[in-house]
């Protein structure tokens, strides 16, 4: 089965620091989304992107957090200051047809962000 | 708003025990789609079944059901004949009429299966 591959798959920063969490989807996939769970807690959704722009986001998607594809194939989450409350698993996830033809979501590893 | 309600904390059972995992969602759409999804120890997310508001049948899948009950806002999953392997969170989740992926999790399930 198709992956989605997550990148680095465990970062230790600074408080104050830029993070960049990348992704790279299915590659017939057209919708991407980033959800995050912190340690213990809920999954929470936080940003859908489709055709190069966020479809959606949540309310815990503010001004610090960004997403892009820059190359077509890479999907990034970018953290510009990060925040002890950031710390959390990251989950990238791509849409698509599955080889079966049902519509899929497919979740990354995860990326494992520690703010110190 | 949507909101997806999973009272059960923890669940331990002895291999070869049924477990039934409760769900109850709350939404105001009428048409939306519920999911189920495992995280084992790894800590991926693995998707186990998705769901449409229009579609009650209960679904077996292997040792797998889900038993959708529209009138009390319900989508309970039972792991049948539990096996170590079992072991994991188990989240139900629920998203709206567009059957996006944006999805509002439930706190989850922690399965634990003793041999």
């Known amino acids: 089965e198709p992956e989605v591959t997550q990148t680095p798959s465990h970062q230790v920063t600074q408080m104050g620091q830029e993070v960049i969490l990348r992704c790279v989807p299915i590659?017939?996939?057209?919708?991407f989304y980033w959800y995050r769970q912190i340690l213990g807690q809920k999954v929470e959704f936080l940003v859908s992107?489709?055709?190069?722009?966020?479809?959606?986001k949540s309310e815990i998607f503010d001004d610090q957090f960004s997403v892009e594809r820059p190359d077509g194939s890479n999907f990034t989450l970018k953290i510009r200051s990060t925040k002890l409350e950031d710390s959390a698993m990251y989950f990238c996830?791509?849409?698509?047809?599955?080889?079966?033809?049902?519509?899929?979501?497919?979740f990354g590893a995860g990326s494992r962000l520690t703010v110190l | 708003a949507q909101k997806v309600t999973q009272a059960q904390t923890e669940i331990s059972v002895v291999e070869k025990e049924d477990v039934t995992l409760d769900c109850v969602y709350e939404?105001?759409?009428?048409?939306?789609?519920l999911f189920w999804y495992k995280q084992p120890p790894s800590g991926e997310l693995v998707f186990l079944i998705r769901?449409?508001?229009?579609?009650?049948q209960n679904e077996i899948s292997g040792r797998y059901s889900w038993n959708f009950q529209k009138s009390t806002s319900s989508f309970n999953f039972t792991i049948t004949a539990s096996q170590v392997v079992d072991s994991a969170v188990y989240f139900c989740?629920?998203?709206?009429?567009?059957?996006?992926?944006?999805?509002?999790f439930g706190a989850g399930t922690t399965v634990t299966v003793r041999a």
């Open positions: 996830a791509s849409e698509g047809l599955s080889r079966s033809g049902a519509n899929v979501l497919t």
């Open positions: 590659s017939n996939h057209l919708y």
């Open positions: 992107f489709y055709n190069n722009e966020i479809s959606e």
């Open positions: 939404t105001r759409d009428t048409t939306y789609y």
């Open positions: 769901r449409n508001s229009f579609d009650e």
């Open positions: 989740a629920l998203s709206g009429p567009l059957g996006d992926y944006k999805l509002s």
